[in-house]
């Protein structure tokens, strides 16, 4: 499932982008020879039977899916018949060139426009918006955020809260926000009356590079019983007799509220010493009990956690979210923006140092992601596809030789000089750019390694 997955996702985003520069090349009257999916030998070739004006273009799959390319009638890789010279890619205006360069890359943030679109008019089941209990000591905390409540709006002021559809659409609107102060209007469990709380903006150094705007305003997640799942033989709970299906109301007097809290309160408990013997209150099947139960100590990296040997929560409440024909597409414009926004920052972020290199992914990543959304169904396979479109789109803009933002800036040295730069310079730094992608690639297959638990 998951090569076949990775393996459909590479197809659909390589050919969208190799058609843009196809298509607007033909639109222009550049002859295109051949259009490829994918490198080295060909596994399949055949040609238009009713082909544009001028046009005879050789399509290919080729037995290496990890890119394709455009090949077009360019003087400067070989000789050029006097009669289709007009036709020649390097005899086209600069803003034709500059067109046809810039239509890969627009064509991956139109197909993650309209992906989008069709995840939001076919609607999709998300996590309901009801929040565990925050972090101790956290900001949401000291905001008064509680165990239990529901997020209706959100907004950076109390004029302009728009309404949440989810929590994953939450965790999404609060990661735009970066540190700014935000506003959230909730809805306390087993209230019909809401309240509206101001969660002040964050400290400077609170975005780290293992704390985003989520973790760091200490959200932990959606909301659930404290229901004990699966009881492991032989661990903690099961020698203390506790069962499947129990709710855990009270440990040692204190309130647990959600699952979130219990698993916090077991792990807490074995961080400075061996947990000693607890008096829980559990439900079951509507009865009281009083059980005694001494968690387990385990030390991972170095620092002990309590452990009682047990899955702790139910599924989280979900909800049935979709849009009609215009809201769709306006969603879909705005949240394939944001993606662009998110992936500019973050490599701006790389580049000045405020994120560790640990957060490039490679090829192993992408597949495992591509497997995960697809077990999970079609809009979440789409929602992957449309990320991957606009990372895809945004990575081959960037102004690196041999990417396509290579060749614009390329273009942009011609456009100000009236000259474009000498072949010495080209090859220099195509090898240089070259090297650099390489470089890349392998350290984003290393982190790819070390994140599947491939590598120490």
Known sequence: MTLLAFLLALGVLITVHEWGHYRVAVACGVKVLTFSIGFGKPLLRWKSRQPHAGQDTEFLISLIPLGGYVKMLDENEGDVALQDAPMAFNRQPLRVRAAIVSAGPLANLALAVCLHAVTFWVGQYETQATLAAPIAGSVAEAAGLRSGDTVLRAG??????????SLDALRWWLLQQDASAVYLEVQPQGKSSARVLSLPALAEDALTNTSDAWQARGFAGAWSRAVLADVHVGGAAHAAGLQRGDEVLRIEGRVVSDASTL?????????????LPQMWDVLRAGHPLHIEVQPEQITEAAQHF???????????????????MWDGIDKAIVKTWEVVVMTLDMLGRLLTGHASLDNLSGPLTMADYAGRSASLGMGAYLSYLALVSVSLGVFNLLPLPVLDGGHLLYYLYEA????????????????????????????????????LGWLP
Not at 416 to 444: I, K
């Open 156 to 165: 950076t002021s109390t004029e302009d809260l728009q309404g949440i559809a």
């Open 306 to 324: 309590g452990r009682i040997g047990a899955q702790v929560g139910e599924p989280p409440a979900k909800v049935w979210v979709q849009y009609g």
């Open 416 to 451: 100000c000089t009236g000259y474009p730069p000498s072949p010495q310079w080209l090859d220099t730094l195509q090898r240089a750019g070259l090297a650099l992608l390489v470089a890349l690639m392998v350290f984003s297959v290393f982190n790819d390694l070390v994140r």
């Open 263 to 275: 698993r916090t309160m077991v792990r807490v408990s074995g961080q400075h010493e061996v947990p």
